[in-house]
């Protein structure tokens, strides 16, 4: 299963902003439907979460925007999980423009695991931690994006 998860996004009308490119909003979004899909390619689904009586639940986002992507651009959002402490995990997303693989924006999401019924924070079980792989770095993430298309 694939350490990094790669969303094939084309940019839509309905994403592009008064300034002509997409909104701010849109990549959180393109963020949250990337780290569910990898979820779930690693065998957590969100019914397996519900099963279970937790999930992930967002603590903050990190955003940093370095060029913007337009009306028909086709984005990579490659995203990966980059450490798992005993509670925690901090998700990387990088969304690169596919034709010319170029760096559009770099986000961080701070993930807490948090049990369903009382709402607090929870250890993340064994088969969880274990479902994944964590990258450390941006470089070593995308040394070979091409590998997880």
Known sequence: MPAVHIKIIRVEEDSIDVHGHVNNQEYLRWMQEAAIEHSARQGWPMARYLELGASWYVK???IEYAKPARLA?????????????????????VFLRRADRQTLTRAQTQWIFVDL????PRSIPEALRAAFVTI?????ALADVDRWL
């Open 60 to 62: 903050s986002h990190f």
């Open 73 to 93: 651009d086709e984005i990579l959002a490659c995203t990966w999980v980059a450490g798992m402490s005993s509670r925690a995990s901090p998700r990387k997303t």
């Open 117 to 120: 019924a009382s709402g607090r």
């Open 136 to 140: 450390a770095s941006e470089e070593t």
